[in-house]
């Protein structure tokens, strides 16, 4: 199986994609978060193997290698994860996005039925125009004044996101350094880690490395509609949330539990934003079926 591979999209982007794990495993897409990579935190390559586990992750477009697509909302996820899949010969597949990831993956339940076998969302946001969800309630006050600036416009959430992607890229260790100084104390175990400390460093690094854009479409595509219903869903889908997130609040889990039809909802106490590493294989596994 060749780890590495470049594919083009029918409108001619391309898109950077690897695969871990099981060459004949079962297929499963993993969406990284916000800002991230294909390069992402991940189960242990034996872990996958042992699992029977054919792991796929890409670039979202801006991010990493892959060509930006402008203007694009959460739904065009499910048209880039069906190109990858057919370009490397696989018909049905599993999909798990955690943190930015997850509204990504949840389109592939919604628009892509007949291939999508089972979804897993992991620490997601809910639709900005969500009824009845105070959106920002819990939000930490950086990720609450990118969606103010994205109100605003693109230019200045471009602006803010500039700045913040190159003192990542100057010193990435210093940068998570200082958000974990700002995370809540189960976020802060997690981080300890050495590994996954290692791991968030070359995801922040190589999602960042051409350009801030991947970042600001994210945010952009989070600012406005997905681009498809909660209610066309009849995929199995899993949510997973901490509950004292500060980057996703709980509340937002509940209300797709609540919106999305037969939805599994698991909301665990005394965990937050970066424990959904923790429990990632365990999904993993549940979406290989």
Known sequence: MQRTVRTRTSDGRRLAVEQYGDPSGRPVFLLHGTPGSRLGPAPRETLLYHLGIRLIAFDRPGYGDSDRLPG????????????????????????????????????????????????????????????????????????????????????RVTATLGLRSRSILADPAASIAEMTSRLPEPDRRVVADAGILHML???????????????????????????????WINTPVKLWHGEDDIFAPVEHTRWLGRNIPDAEVEIEPDAAHFAALEVLTRVLNWAAG
């Not at 089972?118 to 609450?144: C, H, I, K, Q, Y």
């Not at 600001?216 to 509609?225: E, I, L, P, R, Y």
């Open 72 to 155: 694009r909302t959460v739904s065009a996820a499910a048209a880039d994860v069906r190109c990858i899949a057919d370009a490397l010969g696989i018909d049905r597949f599993a999909v798990v996005g955690r943190s930015g990831g997850a509204p990504h993956a949840l389109a592939c339940a919604a628009l892509l039925p007949e291939r999508t076998t089972r979804v897993g969302a992991l620490v997601s946001l809910a639709p900005r125009d969500a009824p009845g969800l105070d959106w920002f309630e819990g939000m930490t006050e950086s990720n609450v004044r990118e969606y103010v600036n994205a109100a605003i416009g693109r230019s």
């Open 201 to 231: 460093e070359r995801n922040f690094a190589e999602g960042l490395r051409s350009s801030p854009d991947g970042w600001v479409d994210d945010v952009m595509a989070f600012s406005t509609g997905w681009g498809f219903e909660l209610g």
